[in-house]
């Protein structure tokens, strides 16, 4: 097994040569800046441009880093499936590649492990939360109804499940991501839903974020395969019990 470092940060990333670079040289910066032992992986998620060698070039020199690659494509869950099993840190962080949420919020998430959480969720809809540029009116409408739907059905009380920011001390990896088996869109809800039945503790993390345009989410289309595939999460896994943690 590789060393162990404090922390891991991975991105998922699929044809984003234009926004990787500024997000990996700020990650750097800040993760140089804090001081003690990290590492970065991107993991290219079958990418048609040139994201790999963005990554590679922007992480050159960076004492520890990796680059994976998805081939063919298999989408954002499969992508951080593979980047969280692969990291050495003690607390594992992955990050959308645009850094809609800054990487220096990630001091509130390490905040919450210190005061005993398993798992820390970087959250929009909080009352401290800060959005500082916000979606259109009708993707929020649509975010808020898919999270009422999830806390009434799936996952209750959590209020914002899809923030794509979310910590995980080292114990929880192996028994949470290994039996992940959603791979696009719906994965945050099950990962979260299997921690919940596994017993670990997840705290809820105001946080600042910023939308940016270019996503990727089809909000009609994508929006009713992730309530399926919550839906799914729930058959799949309400069998478990903190019992199963060690049987991976």
Not at 176 to 202: M, N, S
């Amino acid at each position: 097994m590789s060393e162990l470092v404090d922390i891991s940060v991975v991105i998922p990333a699929y044809c984003e040569e234009q926004r990787l670079g500024p997000t990996l040289s700020r990650m750097r910066e800040y993760l140089t800046q804090r001081g003690g032992t990290a590492e970065i992986i991107v993991v290219d998620d079958g990418s048609a441009d040139h994201t790999s060698g963005v990554a590679r070039e922007s992480l050159a020199g960076y004492p520890r880093h990796e680059v994976l690659r998805n081939e063919p494509n298999a989408g954002k869950g499969a992508s951080v499936r593979r980047g969280m099993l692969a990291a050495a840190g003690e607390v594992v962080l992955f990050s959308d590649a645009d850094l809609s949420t800054p990487i220096e919020e990630m001091e509130k998430l390490l905040a919450a492990h210190a005061e005993g959480a398993h798992i820390a969720v970087g959250s929009r809809a909080l009352r401290e939360s800060r959005i500082e540029v916000h979606q259109s009116r009708l993707r929020e409408t649509m975010g808020r109804c898919f999270n009422l739907f999830i806390r009434a059905f799936v996952l209750g009380g959590i209020r914002d499940t899809q923030c794509g920011f979310k910590s995980f001390k080292r114990e929880t990896i192996v028994p949470i991501f290994r039996r992940q088996t959603i791979e696009r869109w719906g994965f945050d809800v099950e990962i979260l839903y299997i921690a919940r039945r596994l017993g670990y503790t997840v705290a809820e993390v105001p946080v600042v974020w910023r939308n940016d345009e270019a996503t990727k989410v089809n909000a009609g289309a994508d929006g009713l395969k992730m309530l399926r595939e919550a839906l799914q999460a729930r058959r799949l896994h309400r069998g478990l019990t903190p019992n199963d943690r060690e049987n991976n």
